[in-house]
């Protein structure tokens, strides 16, 4: 893998351990602070405690305005208890992922694809499938638990992850720092390539293959009748000639929209995709996708 740099100019704790826990989202603070303060890093690090979902959002605000008034990006981590559809709150309340990732993709557009979220809260790896491949990505990577996990891995996971990231200023060496000090299995490493991957892979099996494919038809077929009123003969020959062709081109589109490159064009370099190769691999068999 190719060394991936760290693009932020700080951090941002988000802090929903409640009283009774161990202090993760402190303990991790006063470890970025001592690294920084070391370092001598002028990185800015901010620990925000949020009882309700306007609080949280309170947070997500002053991340945007930073980027607009100074083009400040922010790395955001969150420490609480999760689950694969949401975030608990210190009020007791949820938010879902799919709500989060709203708020970050607005990040991350400001930011022109360089937003890291990494979190402790257990199953928050599943956040990932709040992305779309119609819309911007809501993030360029992130780092999350997978399963449910117990407090002390992750606080040895993370304050060796943000040493190594502040000293080397790399996310590889620090994912590998992470992974020698807790048990890197448990958690997923994602960035936004592998996200579109994943989304383009599961369009093209569930709308452009055999049962997903008559699905998909039989749906566009009543939609054209209905609306046109054209013979649902003519309608159908008419379809499934369209839908026989290759999707390469919808997917190169869809790659420009999700990786940014149709709002910042040296995004293309960043992210390059053979949506031909793609699509064959996919088609025959060779790739799949997790």
Same mark, same amino acid.
């Given at each position: ?7 932020? @100019? ?29 370092? @001598? ?35 955001? @981590? ?28 607005? !990040? ?81 490493? !994602? ?15 569930? @709308? ?52 940014? !490159? ?6 293309? !370099? ?21």
């Amino acid at each position: 893998m190719e060394t991936i740099e760290f693009q932020a @100019h700080g951090f941002v704790m988000i802090d929903l351990v409640p009283d009774k826990d161990m202090q993760t989202a402190r303990h991790i603070e006063e470890s970025l602070l001592d690294e920084i303060n070391a370092k @001598h890093s002028g990185l800015f690090c901010e620990k925000y405690r949020c009882e309700t979902e306007n609080d949280l959002i309170d947070v997500f605000n002053k991340i945007k305005k930073r980027l607009k008034d100074k083009g400040e990006i922010s790395y955001i @981590h969150i420490e609480g208890h999760g689950s694969k559809e949401s975030l608990k709150l210190l009020d007791s309340s949820v938010i879902t992922w799919d709500k989060i990732f709203e708020h970050f993709r607005e !990040i991350n557009i400001l930011c022109k694809n360089n937003l890291f979220f990494s979190s402790g809260a257990c199953q928050s790896a599943y956040a990932f499938k709040a992305a779309t491949i119609t819309k911007p990505s809501p993030v360029f990577g992130m780092l999350a638990p997978e399963k449910i996990i117990e407090t002390g891995s992750v606080l040895d996971g993370y304050i060796a992850f943000y040493k190594s990231l502040i000293c080397n200023e790399s996310l590889n060496d620090a994912f590998n720092a992470f992974a020698d000090a807790t048990d890197g299995k448990q958690y997923a490493l !994602i960035f936004s390539q592998l996200l579109f991957k994943k989304a383009a892979y599961k369009y093209i099996k569930e @709308h452009c293959m055999r049962k997903g494919r008559k699905e998909r038809l039989d749906s566009v077929l009543t939609q054209a009748v209905n609306s046109t009123g054209i013979q649902v003969r003519k309608a159908r020959k008419l379809l499934k000639k369209e839908l026989g062709k290759p999707q390469a081109i919808k997917l190169k589109k869809f790659h420009d929209t999700f990786m940014m !490159i149709d709002k910042y064009s040296e995004n293309g !370099i960043r992210f390059e995709f053979d949506a031909v190769n793609f699509e064959r691999k996919i088609k025959s068999g060779e790739l799949k996708i997790v």
